[in-house]
């Protein structure tokens, strides 16, 4: 096994939407040690414009790669959809570069022939239309409807997952027009799974969830095992968490994913 297999991968998000993907990734791959990064100073990146997420992207790319990360993944939409083309060329050979979309897309185009499909995601997510575009691309008469959720992410941060609040502001977006009579909904967000419950009691269970945190993980698997770098030593990862900014309700939400006691080291991006 080369030394670059037992490097880490890096996951970064703007909160704890990442830590839904990190958790798919540690599920799939318990061998490899994980390197995460939340950006909560700057969170909610889908309120963002796209040079603020870009040098936000960069930035924490600069610090994965100095941890010397093996593979960078892009755990956030908004990121991904306004900043992946750039890390690509930034990081250029010295790391893999892998986001939360195209994967997804990948995933539809295998599974949704022809079928009516809804998004819903940040603002940055859906006004990019890069999910209607790669989805357009495909050719395969696959009908995408998005709508912007712009409240769910700082509710989700606030620590309102299991509140009446939030189930009936979700209730509201999902019954909105654009959404009507379709097959498949993709949670266009990082922060969805963690409502992925409520939002299958709002269906009924009658539609399918497309959830990106677990095509991630697989994705994740598939680039390391093309590139051979696949961590196959079955000594105890060595996994390390970053904060651009500390809040009590992330703190307490990262115990959802990951149980054992975890340090949240304070990283700011800028001094």
């Known amino acids: 096994m080369s030394q670059l297999s037992s490097q880490s991968i890096g996951i970064f998000d703007s909160g704890i939407g990442g830590l839904t993907v990190a958790h798919a ?15 909560l100073a700057h969170l909610p990146y889908g309120d963002k414009s796209t040079a603020a997420i870009q040098a936000y992207t960069i930035k924490i790319c600069d610090i994965l790669l100095q941890q010397h990360c ?7 939409h908004s990121a991904s959809s306004a900043a992946y083309d750039l890390v690509k060329e930034y990081v250029a050979s010295k790391a893999q570069v892998i986001n939360v979309i195209d ?38 008469e696959i009908e995408l409807r998005s709508l912007a959720t712009p409240l769910l992410v700082p509710m989700i941060e606030e620590g309102f997952a299991d509140n009446n609040i939030l189930t009936q502001t ?4 999902l019954s909105h027009s654009e959404l009507d009579n379709i097959d498949a909904l993709l949670l266009g967000c990082t922060h969805y799974p963690i ?12 539609i399918t969830l497309i959830d990106s945190a677990d095509i991630s993980a697989l994705a994740v698997k598939g680039l390391l095992e093309h590139h051979h770098i696949l961590n ?8 390390k968490f970053y904060v651009s900014d500390y809040t009590e ?8 994913f990951f149980p054992d006691v975890i340090h949240f080291e304070h990283y700011p991006l800028w001094e």
């Open 103 to 140: 994967p997804a897309v990948n995933h539809i185009r295998e599974h949704f022939t022809k079928k009516r499909i809804g998004l819903i995601g940040t603002r940055q997510t859906v006004n990019s239309n890069i999910y209607k575009k790669k989805i357009d691309d495909l050719q395969l």
């Open 195 to 206: 409502i992925k419950q409520q939002i299958m009691d709002f269906y009924e269970k009658k």
């Open 249 to 256: 309700a992330f703190l307490a939400s990262a115990k959802w």
């Open 25 to 39: 990734v540690t599920k799939l791959l318990p061998n490899e040690n994980i390197i995460y990064f939340g950006d």
């Open 232 to 239: 196959m030593q079955t000594n105890t990862p060595q996994h």
């Open 170 to 173: 979700l209730s509201n977006y």
């Open 70 to 76: 093996k593979l960078i993944l892009i755990a956030c």
